[in-house]
């Protein structure tokens, strides 16, 4: 009777520790829902689609909603992912694991961060169009200080757990690797540089609002760390899970790893599409935004895995 | 000399643990020892092993709905408990 009183403690302990670390998603996500309501409605955008202000504001919720509905998935890996690092704080692997969770910690609080700011920006951007380059070459950069940070911790938790397991990469998986940055990486900045005035290096009359050397050197370059770390990340959780001892733990693992793929393969294309797509300011139900659906799918799946493959994990901590 | 054949008990299971559980193996078999047989992993004894497998066995089914991967870890517990421990002279 004892014990089970005390079960049921802990089961309430730990539900009030989901919901203290969701917390800061629900918080968000009602500010967003607010600004959406409160912001003034984008006139380009409710002349092209003929809309009135309310049927504006509905129509910009329906379009963001998969969006949100991915930054809660985000959270809810992190925190599922922050309980399992939580659990096993005293084994050797946890410093590698916490340092992961931060990095998906850096992606659930930077998603929807970004996006609020962007939403501000534009919104003072309709109100006064001089303000405009400015909004777009700060949410440009926003943009990029999430992944960029997201990925470099998650890679340096990676790293560690490899490096524990005393794992390298192989030849014929580092050509590989190679090969997808080499694409990735030509392709983006094949896209990219046809939107910029290469004749003039410091003009800056293209639609990112920088002068391309500055373009090449604080946008695309940085990106591509990012992405490469990113990979990297992905690859050596792939590994890890392999590899790892423990048949039960290897399935976990391999779930979690799989995840972190989604995210990152989901996360390089959304950012891929926002740079190659220069950004607006307004809502375009077009074929970009097909494509930005379609890489939520991906995101989500990512996720979804990563927040089974924590459940999973932590299962084997609880019993 | 008791603790060190107990130690050596922990590690032979600990050994076979890791199989199925990987880095988490020691935590696991601390926690069945210490939460089911009130012990440190250090005072395992062949007396306690059948106890023990018994509540490894509900552990292990909580994990995984695939009764193979459940069975062959008992069976190799079981080995491991019938078998008779060499004596030195």
Known sequence: MAKSNKNSLEVKKSDQSMLYLMRPFFVIAIVYVLLINVLPANEIVMERYNLGHDQYRVLFFLVQLPYMIIW????????????YSNKIQKSPESEDFRTITKGIKYLAFGMPLVSLIAISLNSIA???????PTAVIAINYLSLIVPLLAYTTIRKGTHGLA????????????????????????????FTFRKLNLESLGSADNP???????????????YLFAWFSGLLAAYEMVLYSRHVQGVLY???????????????????????????VPRTGHISINDTLVWAYFIYVVLGIGFSLIIIGAIKLKRIEDV | ??????????????????????????????????????????????????????WIK???????????????????????ANAKTPTKS
């Open chain 1, 250 to 276: 290897r399935q976990s693992m391999r779930l979690l790893s799989l995840g972190i793929v989604g995210i990152v393969a989901g996360g390089v294309g959304l950012q891929y599409l926002r740079t190659v």
């Open chain 1, 163 to 190: 490096d524990r397991a005393k794992l390298n990469f192989g030849i014929i998986d580092t050509r590989f690797i190679m090969s997808i940055l080499v694409v990735i990486g030509v392709a983006y900045c094949y």
């Open chain 2, 58 to 80: 509900v552990s292990v089914s909580l994990l995984t709905e695939d009764s193979g991967i459940v069975d062959e870890y008992i069976t190799k517990l079981n080995e491991l």
């Open chain 1, 72 to 83: 809660f998935m985000a959270f809810y890996s992190f925190a599922k992912l922050q309980r």
């Open chain 2, 1 to 54: 000399m008791n603790s060190q054949s107990n130690a050596m008990l922990y590690d032979k299971v600990l050994k076979i643990t890791n199989v199925y559980l990987g880095p988490a193996a020691d935590r696991f078999m601390s926690r069945q020892i210490q939460n089911h047989l009130n012990k440190e992993p250090n005072e395992l004894t062949e007396k306690d092993l059948v106890s023990l497998i018994v």
């Open chain 1, 126 to 132: 309709v109100s006064s169009p001089g303000f405009n």
């Open chain 1, 208 to 222: 990112y609002y920088l002068p391309a050397w500055i373009m090449i050197t604080t946008i695309i370059m940085p």
